[in-house]
């Protein structure tokens, strides 16, 4: 019997991805184990591993599909002495017309997901004269509404005949149908103001422009960050830190460290202080889940990383128990893997706070965004020579402001403040960070 080939969830908190590749074609004999294909999820690009011996009968989504839905049928693999030519897809059409609603996985999902859910007044989806459902990516058909074409009378070049851009473009004008004209003139008549859904962005033709289409990365990030400032009330609260005394010892454990090919940035350090930190003042190593509060006996320390297609944010596991050069180590190989995307889903997944280091822009303070479920974040500023009271005289030191970003339900303002005073605390005799 044939077995169904399902987008898989390759992370706790993956809801869809892109099928950036397949490694096998129809016809081709496979095993539990083989790589079947590299699915990009939000965070990295994955490999897919068969878990059934047979013969990929049916591959159902194209390669560079994107919002391809967690469970949505990718491909069909017969079993072994079964007729793979005489397997067809009618498992997925049968589903897609179960729940028109849904996308799936036999077309691209991108069309759907991208557009506002569809309501009695709707215009229809275009579709092609046999009446099969025209291929298009969400910006073509913008532009071919704005443009009065016709998409049935349009051949896609790009993946799987899809309807792109260009092929809208170079396209001449077509007649509108009536059943468009009378769907859009009955909407616009009964449409209410105030109720009535936002126009969708689409660039003025007359400033010159690109138009580049969002990773599943970028997508999430936009969601979550909105999520966190929308959900979760910020408290902000900043210190200035004195980091001679610091910049001293890391010059020391350098020469001392050096035999070894380790080498420590000054952020190693913030990593462990705020670890310690953490452990020093555990109401703030917690986390709000609702009608609970959850509190953490390790510091996970979240490090955000900034790759080509936006932000990551690998994990040091047990920060306040490893050694700096530890810390430097692991961090290092992490942000490596994770600008090649290839990060595991529990490297870049938990966490139980952040730190954030924008000081080698030369920005000198700023505010960051807690990433749920974590309830606080570090925000490290620029060191900089400035005035400074040291040993009660005005002197000069190098000094650098730290920004702690506190989920209010989970952590009061004091506790918060208790934090940052441990934290700079440690930062300005940084020999406790050895005990």
Known sequence: MAVELKMPALSPTMEEGTLARWLVKEGDNVSSGDLLAEIETD?????????????????LVAEGTDNVKVGDIIAIIAEEGEDASSIDSAPVE????????????????????????????????????????????????????NKGVDLA?????????????????????????????????????????????????VADDNIPHSVEKLTNMRKTIARRLTESKQQVPHIYLTVDIQLDKLLKLRSELNAALEPQGVKLSVNDLLIKALAKSLIAVPKCNVSFAGDSLISYSR?????????????????????????????????????????????????????????????????????????????????????????????????????????????????????????????????????????
């Open 153 to 201: 009378s349009l051949s896609g070049t790009g993946p799987g005949g899809r309807i792109v851009k260009v092929d809208v473009e170079g396209a001449s004008v077509a007649p509108a149908n009536s059943a468009s004209a009378t769907a859009t003139s009955s909407a616009s008549a009964g449409a209410s103001p105030a109720i009535s859904a936002p126009a969708p962005v």
């Open 299 to 435: 510091a996970d320390i979240s490090v955000a990383v900034s790759i080509p297609a936006g932000l990551i944010t690998p994990i040091i596991q047990g920060a306040d128990t490893k050694s700096i050069s530890a810390i430097s180590t692991e961090i290092k190989e992490l942000a490596a893997r994770a600008k090649e995307g290839k990060l595991q889903p529990h490297e870049f997944q938990g966490g139980t706070a952040s730190l954030s280091n924008m000081g080698m822009f030369g920005i000198k303070q700023f505010e960051a965004v807690i990433n749920p479920p974590q309830a606080m974040i570090m925000a490290i500023g620029a060191g900089e020579q400035r005035p400074y009271i040291v040993d009660g005289a005005l002197s000069v030191a190098t000094v650098m402001s730290a920004t702690g970003s506190f989920d209010h339900r989970a952590i009061d303002g004091a506790d918060g403040a208790q934090l940052m005073k441990v934290f700079k605390s440690l930062v300005e005799n940084p020999l406790g960070m050895l005990a």
């Open 94 to 145: 049968t589903a897609a017309k179960q729940e028109p609603a849904k996308v799936s996985a036999a077309q691209p999902a991108e069309s759907a997901a991208a557009s506002p859910a569809p309501s009695p007044t709707a215009t229809p989806v275009a579709a092609a004269k046999n009446g099969s459902r025209i291929k298009a990516s969400p910006l073509a058909r913008r532009l071919a509404e």
């Open 43 to 59: 965070k990295a690009t994955m490999e897919f591993e068969a878990i059934d011996d047979g013969v990929i009968a049916k591959i």
